[in-house]
């Protein structure tokens, strides 16, 4: 069975980086688009960055300049390469990507430290 997978979380202080991966495990399935949405504790998820099957990506106003979401062709998997890390970004990221149909992954945690 097909599984989508986030690794990349962490802890980092303030103004530091971290990149998350998304990938498709089990097979060999392209991920043909993804997006990345987060949640903070005590409130709703929110989208924070997209990649299309053409590449376009778009973002969310608060992370963009400052967020960069990729493809790993070699590796079948989405980066969001994350700079300039904020307390407010602290949340569960989680990867929803599209595979033969859209399916989400478990989540990833971020922790960024004031």
């Known amino acids: 069975q097909v599984q989508v997978v986030e690794s990349g979380g962490g802890l980092v202080q303030a103004g530091g980086s971290l990149r998350l991966s998304c990938a498709a495990s089990?097979?060999?399935?392209?991920?043909?688009?993804a997006n990345w949405y987060r949640q903070a504790p005590g409130k709703q998820r929110e989208f924070a960055a997209g990649?299309?099957?053409?590449?376009?990506?778009n973002y969310a106003e608060s992370v963009k300049g400052r967020f960069t979401i990729s493809r790993d062709n070699a590796q079948n998997t989405v980066l969001l390469q994350m700079n300039i890390l904020k307390h407010e970004d602290t949340a569960v990221y989680s990867c929803?990507?599209?595979?033969?149909?859209?399916?989400w992954g478990q989540g990833t945690q971020v922790t960024v430290s004031s």
């Open positions: 089990g097979s060999c399935s392209r991920i043909y688009a």
């Open positions: 990649i299309t099957s053409s590449d376009n990506t």
């Open positions: 929803h990507a599209l595979l033969g149909s859209w399916q």
